[in-house]
């Protein structure tokens, strides 16, 4: 069965594009990457990418007259390269409509915390102001509202008392690199199926433990 073919979309360090990079160089893992996409020179992903034989371009939102344009150029590329998922990977940049319905049911997002809770930016901090118990990462199908869409896959981590922004991120990071591929490869295979705005994943199970933090 052919793979499906991935364009990733960055704008910084791309620790998550490094998680499916290393997914995709299973031999068994029925998705590759064919384009790797950032709006600013300087990121570090593109430099992963290139360093490891990956095609990369960068397009440069400030070039632009408009949100439609930029987002434009960037389906082009993304349909030349043959593309069936995008994957938004630290893309700092809103989308239009056009993108977005453009690739509708074909496009996800990882975003560091449970949707629908905590949206946005700063989401750590603001569990912890919140006094939040747990936290996580949704991977989730993309809607023209942000952090919006049917979601596919959640990770969750306790939240501990000694706990800043940046040592939960560091926690929720490890589960993103997890859960993305997960996710990809779900898709790929065809086991994700989408109903109502709600996702439903063919042979998967509910974990069937409890947590509570703190312990009872």
């Known amino acids: 069965m052919a793979k499906l073919k991935l364009g990733v979309l960055i704008s910084g360090r791309g620790s998550n594009l490094q998680a499916l990079m290393e997914a995709c160089a299973e031999a068994t893992y029925p998705a590759e990457i064919v384009l790797v996409i950032s709006n600013k020179a300087d990121a570090v992903g593109i430099e992963r990418a290139a360093a490891a034989g990956l095609p990369t371009l960068v397009i ?73 118990r747990f936290s996580g990462c949704t991977v989730h199908y993309v809607r023209h509202e942000m952090d919006v869409g049917p979601i596919i896959v959640q990770a969750v981590v306790p939240i501990h008392a000694d706990d800043d922004a940046d040592s939960l991120a560091a926690r929720i990071l490890a589960q993103e690199h997890v859960i993305y591929p997960a996710a990809v490869k779900w898709i790929a295979e065809g086991w994700v199926r989408i109903e109502d705005e709600r996702t439903s994943i063919d042979g998967s199970t509910p974990p069937m433990g409890i947590l509570s933090n703190p312990s009872p």
């Open 60 to 132: 440069d939102h400030r070039k632009y007259p408009n949100r439609a344009e930029f987002d434009a150029e960037m389906t082009a590329a993304l349909d030349a390269a043959g593309v069936g998922l995008v994957c938004l990977a630290g893309f700092m940049r809103l989308l239009s409509e056009e993108f977005v319905s453009h690739w509708h049911d074909r496009m996800i997002n990882i975003h560091p915390s449970l949707l629908p809770a905590f949206k946005g930016l700063n989401v750590q901090a603001r569990a912890i102001e919140a006094g939040a």
